[in-house]
């Protein structure tokens, strides 16, 4: 397992055409965060910190892997509305996400993700820990 000395529980890795990110979560609630703001980090976002939207969201997969694609691809959806998410409260139980997140608006955005990928993808649970890959279409 990867070790994450800092405490944003993401980091690049290197991929031959598009954005790649190790993840590491204590939880997959932090799992889940840690990958939303790996991936807003990738696309390089600037947002205005004031005004702030409250968002209700639910999704229910297959499997981890999917609901995890699904989450972020419902991020993308709304940085594409020019809304990203300051806040994340996620419950994960089973394989139903649910949760609020405090939205605010994005003033500019250096990268575009086209969308997020099932390549290499795969969320492993051990030593107290969630870790995973994730490879972004850019």
Do not use: W
Not at 9 to 19: Q, S, V, Y
Not at 24 to 48: C, D, K, P, Q, W
Not at 70 to 81: I, R
Request: hydrophobic share 40%; charged share 25%; proline share 1%.
């Amino acid at each position: 397992m990867e070790d994450f000395s800092d405490s944003c529980g993401f980091k690049e890795i290197a991929h031959t055409a598009d954005l790649s990110l190790l993840v590491s979560g204590s939880t997959l609630e932090e799992l889940f965060v840690h990958a939303a703001r790996g991936m807003y980090y990738e696309m390089g976002i600037t947002a205005n910190e004031n005004p702030e939207k409250a968002i209700s969201l639910a999704l229910q997969e297959q499997d981890q892997e999917s609901l995890l694609v699904s989450f972020l691809s419902e991020l993308l959806y709304l940085a594409e509305k020019r809304l990203i998410a300051r806040d994340f409260h996620l419950e994960i139980d089973g394989l139903r996400l649910t949760g609020s997140l405090f939205m605010i608006p994005v003033l500019k955005m250096q990268t575009e993700i086209k969308a997020v990928t099932y390549n290499n993808l795969r969320i492993r649970h051990y030593d107290r820990k969630y870790q995973t890959q994730l490879v972004f279409d850019i």
